[in-house]
């Protein structure tokens, strides 16, 4: 293994968050700060509790996983379009580094800067509501699994876009709509049998579901099925990665 | 002296079906200094990716230091360096972590005594906390090298080192190259300056569309393809070229006082001794003489023009 080559690759990602901490950090806390002042008191004076716990506390792990898959999606796929974009790629491949390795630099960087902004959140939401937690160390296992995974989803996206909109495509048109049909602020037991259905659907729901369980041990679907739904996904990622390397990757045509 | 690269019957299609390179063989001996000629789209940062593993190739072997570069390329690489032709870097970033990322990404552990003497060698290091941005070009290309040269490779491929730079910024290039030649690392550059090549390199390789067309020393390519031309200069104007001159393909220039005769050097016999007493024969007082020897860049000129012909009739 080339651990110098991934510690680099990080590195110099990390220190791109560090330079940019100001835009990093206080784009999520003010978003979640208005999700709070439209969700939590606009719409929570209306509904007060959701299976026994308030409304406010229960949009928590809704909007974290919100933040966490857009963040981890744009900070990997910019990681990787940016070089892409500017030609210092050539240093990368030209590098004693292996397709896993140059991976694992990139996704294990996107995840970090995902996770950190993950707490930074948590203790945002602590000035707002009271935010219980359950079973921190299955909250953990899903916070760095979804940061993990969506990090990888990011990467595949930097390795195919073809300009910066192609970097928004995908999470503006897919994920959010995703994440806010997913059960973020609602549980899907308030809407219609029919609507209930068309939301199983909705991986991000499972997601969601088990983030929160590890909360307060509430959840629209089984514990079991939404550590699945994360694995099955996250592998999906990994054989799509081995798959565009052992062509290429564009990069290399 | 042995061969430090080896590449044999190398072919490269780009996605569009466009022919890169076809059947490269090419052997570069270790501790040289080699030029790859070509004009624009000859195939030779193809030729130069493809070994340093930034581009596949389709079919043939390319090792280095006798291990393929496909499936050695930890070894391989790790021995390579490039410089590219382009000014990529990293513009936010300062010339010192620019560096350090480079020998990083090259899996050698930090040594910043190592960065600090390269900086200096390449006159940069008051400047290893700029920002890139901050540089000239001139500072930029300086750092593109200190980056290729930060894991200490003993192969470094420079591809167009000195594209569109001013001329004394490239003298001061051609010194760095001397420099890390002698210090043992064996050099592959691409140009389309001659001159480059004439002034660096022990021996040329032409490319052209997408083949090589000919290796050779730079010296014996000269002498070999080389045409030199003399010429005469007399006290007193002739009308026209008769007499015992007429025998050669002697050319008059305007003034009708100098008279030129070009031979090849590779001919067995010049007869210059018999060309002069000929002179001196048909009553000519000769005021001077003079010779010229033909450029690499025009005997460049006249191989890529012969192989566009070769490949027009075919």
């Known amino acids: ?253 | 002296m042995k061969n430090i690269l080896e590449i044999n019957n190398v072919t490269k299609f780009y996605k569009n079906s466009v022919k890169a390179l076809e059947n490269v063989n090419l052997n570069i001996k270790e501790g040289e200094i080699f030029a790859l000629l070509g004009p624009n789209g000859a195939g030779k940062s193809t030729l130069i990716n493809s070994i340093c593993g930034i581009v596949n190739f389709n079919t043939g072997t390319i090792k280095i230091n006798n291990m393929d570069i496909v499936k050695n390329y930890r070894t391989t690489r790790k021995i390579t360096g490039i410089v590219p032709q382009e000014l990529n870097l990293e513009s936010f970033e300062t010339v010192w972590n620019n560096v350090n990322y480079s020998r990083g990404l090259f899996g050698k552990k930090p040594d910043h005594n190592y960065i600090e003497k390269l900086l200096k060698q390449l006159s940069l290091w008051d400047k290893k906390d700029n920002k890139i941005k901050e540089l000239s070009g001139g500072m930029k290309r300086r750092v593109l090298i200190a980056k290729a040269l930060s894991h200490q490779p003993k192969l470094l491929f420079l591809d167009e080192p000195t594209a569109s730079v001013d001329v004394e910024l490239r003298k001061d290039m051609w010194d760095v190259v001397k420099k890390l030649n002698e210090d043992g690392v064996t050099i592959i550059l691409t140009t389309h300056y001659i001159e480059e090549a004439e002034e660096l390199s022990d021996r040329v390789a032409v490319i052209n569309d997408g083949k090589i067309i000919l290796v050779d020393e730079k010296d014996k390519l000269i002498k070999k393809l080389g045409e030199k031309t003399i010429k005469i200069e007399l006290f007193e104007p002739i009308e026209k070229i008769n007499g015992n001159l007429s025998k050669y393909n002697f050319t008059l220039d305007q003034t009708n006082k100098i008279i030129s005769h070009t031979y090849n050097l590779n001919s067995n016999t010049t007869d210059i001794t018999e060309l002069l007493n000929d002179v001196k024969k048909d009553g000519y007082e000769i005021k001077d003489i003079n010779t010229e020897q033909s450029s690499l860049e025009e005997i460049f000129i006249k191989l890529i023009k012969e192989n566009n012909n070769e490949l027009v009739r075919n």
Request: proline share 4%.
């Open chain 1, 1 to 253: 293994m080339n651990w110098y080559g991934i510690k680099a690759i990080y590195i110099h990602e990390m220190e791109r968050f560090r330079r940019t901490l100001f835009q990093s950090l206080a784009s999520p806390i003010i978003t979640t700060s208005l999700y709070f002042v439209v969700f939590g008191s606009a719409i929570g004076s209306r509904i007060t509790e959701i299976d026994g716990i308030n409304y406010g506390s229960y949009i928590v792990p809704g909007m974290i996983m919100l933040t966490i898959l857009t963040q981890s999606i744009s900070n990997a796929s910019f990681a990787f379009y940016f070089p892409r974009f500017t030609n210092t790629i050539y240093e990368i491949l030209a590098a004693p580094l292996s397709s896993f390795e140059i991976v694992l630099g990139f996704v294990g960087a996107a995840a970090s800067k995902s996770l950190i902004i993950g707490c930074v959140i948590i203790l945002t939401a602590n000035f707002f509501v009271d935010v219980r937690i359950d079973h921190p160390l299955l909250m953990m296992f899903f916070l760095i699994l979804t940061s993990i995974t969506f990090a990888l989803f990011g990467f595949i996206i930097g390795m195919y876009a073809e300009g910066f909109e192609g970097l928004q495509i995908i999470p503006i048109l897919i994920i959010t709509p995703l994440v806010f049909l997913g059960g973020s602020f609602y549980s899907i037991n308030m809407l219609p049998e029919f609507w209930q259905k068309i939301s199983l659907l909705n991986p991000v729901l499972y997601l969601i579901s088990g983030f929160r369980y590890s909360f307060y041990e509430v959840s629209d679907v089984s514990l079991l099925t939404s550590t699945l739904t994360i694995l099955t996904i996250l592998i999906g990622c990994i054989i799509f990665i081995i798959y565009t390397f052992s062509k290429g990757y564009r990069i290399k045509d």
